[in-house]
């Protein structure tokens, strides 16, 4: 199913492609900030194109790009 409509869509937005992978949103958008999932502004929407989303679930979370936190 996801792979089907993935194929229909042009882009998605980042709720569509929480609700399509049951990743939550905070997720999805922390992987945007931290450029580990491409996502491009149109005006003020975010869209992920379907390519983009499909490469991001391919990827190892280990080798995806981290958020450091310097210690306090």
């Known amino acids: 199913m996801l792979a089907r409509l993935l194929?229909?869509?042009l882009?998605?937005?980042p709720e569509e492609a929480s609700a399509l992978i049951g990743i939550g949103l905070t997720s999805i958008r922390e992987a945007i900030?931290?450029?580990d999932?491409?996502?491009k502004k149109?005006?003020?929407?975010t869209i992920i194109l379907p390519d983009d989303l499909?490469?991001?679930l391919?990827?190892?979370p280990d080798a995806r790009k981290s958020i450091e936190v310097?210690?306090?």
């Open 7 to 9: 194929s229909e869509r």
């Open 11 to 13: 882009s998605v937005s």
């Open 33 to 35: 900030s931290t450029s």
């Open 37 to 39: 999932l491409k996502a």
């Open 42 to 45: 149109h005006g003020r929407r």
């Open 54 to 56: 499909r490469v991001w």
């Open 58 to 60: 391919k990827t190892p």
């Open 70 to 72: 310097s210690p306090a």
